[in-house]
Protein backbone atom coordinates (compact mmCIF):
# COMPACT_ATOMS: atom_id res chain seq x y z
CA UNK A 1 0.00 0.00 0.00
CA UNK A 2 1.23 3.50 -0.53
CA UNK A 3 2.42 5.02 2.97
CA UNK A 4 2.13 8.64 4.20
CA UNK A 5 5.69 10.15 5.08
CA UNK A 6 7.79 9.66 7.73
CA UNK A 7 6.80 10.23 11.81
CA UNK A 8 7.34 13.26 12.76
CA UNK A 9 6.23 15.46 15.64
CA UNK A 10 6.30 19.21 16.43
CA UNK A 11 7.45 20.49 19.69
CA UNK A 12 5.17 23.56 19.22
CA UNK A 13 3.84 25.95 16.90
CA UNK A 14 6.89 27.65 15.34
CA UNK A 15 8.46 29.01 12.23
CA UNK A 16 11.74 27.45 11.38
CA UNK A 17 12.45 25.60 7.78
CA UNK A 18 14.20 22.74 7.24
CA UNK A 19 17.47 24.03 5.69
CA UNK A 20 19.81 22.15 3.39
CA UNK A 21 22.48 23.11 5.48
CA UNK A 22 24.50 20.17 6.70
CA UNK A 23 23.69 18.80 9.54
CA UNK A 24 25.38 17.28 12.68
CA UNK A 25 25.56 13.69 12.61
CA UNK A 26 25.97 10.98 15.45
CA UNK A 27 25.74 7.60 14.18
CA UNK A 28 25.56 4.27 16.37
CA UNK A 29 25.04 1.26 15.09
CA UNK A 30 21.13 1.02 14.52
CA UNK A 31 20.39 4.65 14.75
CA UNK A 32 21.97 7.91 13.16
CA UNK A 33 21.36 11.00 14.42
CA UNK A 34 21.16 14.14 12.63
CA UNK A 35 21.20 17.53 14.21
CA UNK A 36 19.75 20.42 12.16
CA UNK A 37 21.22 23.88 12.61
CA UNK A 38 17.13 25.26 13.35
CA UNK A 39 17.28 22.91 16.73
CA UNK A 40 19.36 25.46 17.86
CA UNK A 41 17.88 28.67 16.39
CA UNK A 42 14.00 28.32 17.30
CA UNK A 43 15.14 27.62 21.30
CA UNK A 44 16.26 30.60 21.21
CA UNK A 45 14.00 32.85 19.51
CA UNK A 46 11.76 31.15 22.25
CA UNK A 47 13.76 32.19 25.10
CA UNK A 48 13.79 35.56 22.99
CA UNK A 49 9.65 36.52 22.62
CA UNK A 50 8.81 34.92 25.44
CA UNK A 51 11.97 34.41 28.41
CA UNK A 52 10.90 31.44 30.37
CA UNK A 53 13.30 29.10 29.81
CA UNK A 54 11.80 26.72 32.00
CA UNK A 55 8.64 26.51 29.42
CA UNK A 56 11.57 25.25 26.99
CA UNK A 57 12.70 22.97 29.08
CA UNK A 58 9.60 20.98 29.66
CA UNK A 59 8.67 21.63 26.00
CA UNK A 60 12.04 19.53 25.11
CA UNK A 61 11.45 16.84 27.89
CA UNK A 62 8.00 16.39 26.32
CA UNK A 63 9.48 15.69 22.79
CA UNK A 64 11.84 13.51 24.26
CA UNK A 65 9.31 11.15 25.74
CA UNK A 66 6.76 11.89 22.72
CA UNK A 67 9.58 10.29 20.69
CA UNK A 68 10.15 7.55 22.63
CA UNK A 69 6.67 6.37 22.96
CA UNK A 70 6.74 6.58 19.04
CA UNK A 71 10.20 4.34 18.92
CA UNK A 72 8.56 1.70 21.33
CA UNK A 73 5.58 1.58 20.15
CA UNK A 74 7.66 0.90 16.11
CA UNK A 75 10.13 -1.50 18.09
CA UNK A 76 7.22 -3.43 19.54
CA UNK A 77 6.06 -4.68 15.98
CA UNK A 78 9.91 -5.25 15.13
CA UNK A 79 10.13 -1.97 12.88
CA UNK A 80 13.81 -0.20 13.25
CA UNK A 81 14.00 3.53 12.62
CA UNK A 82 16.95 4.19 10.54
CA UNK A 83 17.14 8.16 11.03
CA UNK A 84 16.31 10.33 14.10
CA UNK A 85 16.24 13.94 12.63
CA UNK A 86 16.27 16.82 15.46
CA UNK A 87 15.17 20.12 13.97
CA UNK A 88 13.50 23.47 15.04
CA UNK A 89 10.28 22.58 14.55
CA UNK A 90 10.58 19.21 16.63
CA UNK A 91 11.62 16.19 15.85
CA UNK A 92 10.87 13.36 13.28
CA UNK A 93 12.12 9.59 12.79
CA UNK A 94 12.70 7.97 9.41
CA UNK A 95 11.35 5.03 9.07
CA UNK A 96 12.32 2.85 5.79
CA UNK A 97 10.13 0.01 6.26
CA UNK A 98 6.93 1.57 7.63
CA UNK A 99 5.26 -0.26 4.70
CA UNK A 100 5.67 -3.35 6.37
CA UNK A 101 2.86 -2.12 9.29
CA UNK A 102 -0.47 -2.87 8.39
CA UNK A 103 -3.12 0.05 9.23
CA UNK A 104 -3.75 -0.47 12.62
CA UNK A 105 -0.14 -1.01 13.75
CA UNK A 106 0.81 2.29 12.13
CA UNK A 107 -1.87 3.96 13.81
CA UNK A 108 -0.91 2.76 17.15
CA UNK A 109 2.62 4.12 16.27
CA UNK A 110 1.48 7.58 14.85
CA UNK A 111 -1.14 8.30 18.21
CA UNK A 112 1.47 6.47 20.60
CA UNK A 113 3.47 9.78 20.97
CA UNK A 114 0.33 12.16 22.10
CA UNK A 115 -1.09 9.77 24.27
CA UNK A 116 2.14 9.08 25.89
CA UNK A 117 1.99 12.93 26.53
CA UNK A 118 -1.86 13.74 27.50
CA UNK A 119 -1.19 10.49 29.97
CA UNK A 120 1.78 12.44 31.27
CA UNK A 121 -0.22 15.14 31.71
CA UNK A 122 -3.45 13.73 33.37
CA UNK A 123 -1.05 11.55 35.83
CA UNK A 124 1.12 15.04 36.55
CA UNK A 125 -1.97 17.22 37.44
CA UNK A 126 -3.40 14.57 39.41
CA UNK A 127 -0.53 15.08 41.86
CA UNK A 128 -1.70 18.56 42.18
CA UNK A 129 1.71 19.82 43.31
CA UNK A 130 2.64 23.14 41.47
CA UNK A 131 6.37 22.49 40.79
CA UNK A 132 4.72 20.10 38.43
CA UNK A 133 2.26 22.53 36.66
CA UNK A 134 4.31 23.28 34.17
CA UNK A 135 5.52 20.32 32.85
CA UNK A 136 1.69 19.42 33.26
CA UNK A 137 0.74 21.94 30.59
CA UNK A 138 4.11 21.39 28.42
CA UNK A 139 2.95 17.26 27.97
CA UNK A 140 -1.03 18.43 27.73
CA UNK A 141 0.08 21.61 25.16
CA UNK A 142 2.34 19.01 22.79
CA UNK A 143 0.08 16.28 22.89
CA UNK A 144 -3.32 18.55 22.01
CA UNK A 145 -0.61 20.00 19.20
CA UNK A 146 0.26 16.69 17.72
CA UNK A 147 -3.05 15.64 17.62
CA UNK A 148 -4.50 18.49 15.30
CA UNK A 149 -5.54 16.71 11.51
CA UNK A 150 -2.63 18.68 9.77
CA UNK A 151 0.53 17.38 8.41
CA UNK A 152 3.12 17.21 9.31
CA UNK A 153 1.51 16.20 12.56
CA UNK A 154 0.68 13.07 14.26
CA UNK A 155 -3.08 14.35 13.46
CA UNK A 156 -2.82 14.60 10.03
CA UNK A 157 -1.17 10.83 10.04
CA UNK A 158 -3.85 9.34 11.90
CA UNK A 159 -6.53 10.91 9.84
CA UNK A 160 -4.85 9.93 6.59
CA UNK A 161 -4.33 6.25 7.89
CA UNK A 162 -8.17 6.41 9.14
CA UNK A 163 -9.38 7.38 5.76
CA UNK A 164 -7.23 5.17 3.46
CA UNK A 165 -8.16 2.18 5.42
CA UNK A 166 -11.94 3.08 5.16
CA UNK A 167 -11.62 4.38 1.19
CA UNK A 168 -8.11 4.10 -0.63
CA UNK A 169 -4.98 6.37 -0.67
CA UNK A 170 -5.88 8.60 -3.05
CA UNK A 171 -9.01 9.98 -1.49
CA UNK A 172 -6.91 9.74 1.72
CA UNK A 173 -4.75 12.46 0.53
CA UNK A 174 -6.98 14.51 -1.04
CA UNK A 175 -9.42 14.34 2.45
CA UNK A 176 -6.08 14.64 4.46
CA UNK A 177 -5.40 17.62 2.45
CA UNK A 178 -8.66 19.51 2.17
CA UNK A 179 -9.24 18.93 6.19
CA UNK A 180 -5.48 20.13 6.76
CA UNK A 181 -5.84 23.45 5.24
CA UNK A 182 -8.92 23.96 6.80
CA UNK A 183 -7.57 23.86 10.63
CA UNK A 184 -4.00 25.30 10.02
CA UNK A 185 -6.65 27.93 8.17
CA UNK A 186 -8.92 28.68 11.14
CA UNK A 187 -5.62 28.34 13.61
CA UNK A 188 -3.81 31.03 11.83
CA UNK A 189 -6.84 33.37 11.45
CA UNK A 190 -7.75 32.84 15.13
CA UNK A 191 -3.45 33.74 16.42
CA UNK A 192 -4.12 36.81 14.16
CA UNK A 193 -6.96 38.22 16.63
CA UNK A 194 -4.88 37.06 19.42
CA UNK A 195 -2.30 38.79 18.44
CA UNK A 196 -4.33 42.05 17.20
CA UNK A 197 -6.02 42.17 20.41
CA UNK A 198 -4.01 40.80 23.26
CA UNK A 199 -0.85 41.70 21.57
CA UNK A 200 0.55 38.46 22.59
CA UNK A 201 0.58 34.94 20.59
CA UNK A 202 3.08 35.96 18.16
CA UNK A 203 5.31 32.65 18.62
CA UNK A 204 1.88 31.08 18.11
CA UNK A 205 0.75 32.99 14.68
CA UNK A 206 4.49 32.39 13.45
CA UNK A 207 3.72 28.58 14.11
CA UNK A 208 0.09 29.00 12.71
CA UNK A 209 1.73 30.50 9.79
CA UNK A 210 3.80 27.80 9.55
CA UNK A 211 0.82 25.39 9.50
CA UNK A 212 -0.74 26.80 6.92
CA UNK A 213 1.94 26.68 4.74
CA UNK A 214 2.88 23.20 5.27
CA UNK A 215 -1.14 22.54 3.92
CA UNK A 216 -1.28 24.42 1.21
CA UNK A 217 -1.74 22.15 -1.90
CA UNK A 218 2.15 20.52 -3.38
CA UNK A 219 0.18 21.02 -7.07
CA UNK A 220 0.42 24.98 -6.42
CA UNK A 221 4.42 25.17 -6.14
CA UNK A 222 4.69 22.77 -8.93
CA UNK A 223 2.51 24.42 -11.47
CA UNK A 224 4.68 27.85 -10.62
CA UNK A 225 8.02 26.33 -11.25
CA UNK A 226 6.57 24.62 -14.55
CA UNK A 227 5.62 28.11 -14.98
CA UNK A 228 8.91 29.52 -15.29
CA UNK A 229 10.71 29.65 -17.87
CA UNK A 230 14.17 27.77 -18.40
CA UNK A 231 17.85 29.77 -18.78
CA UNK A 232 19.32 28.74 -21.79
CA UNK A 233 23.00 28.68 -21.17
Given at each position: ?109 AAAGPL ?19 FAGAQM ?84 RLAKPS???
Amino acid sequence: RAAPPALTSTLSCTTAALTSTPSTMCRSNKLTVRVRPSALLVPALFLLLTDTPALLAALLLAALLHELAHYAVLRLFGIRAACFTLTGLGASLYVPELHRLSYGAELLSAAAGPLMNLLLWVLLSLTARDELSLFAGAQMVLGVLNLLPVRPMDGGRILWLLTAYLTEPYTADRAAAAVGLAVSSGLFLLCLWLVLTTGSGLFLLLGALWLTYRSLPPELFLARRLAKPSKRR
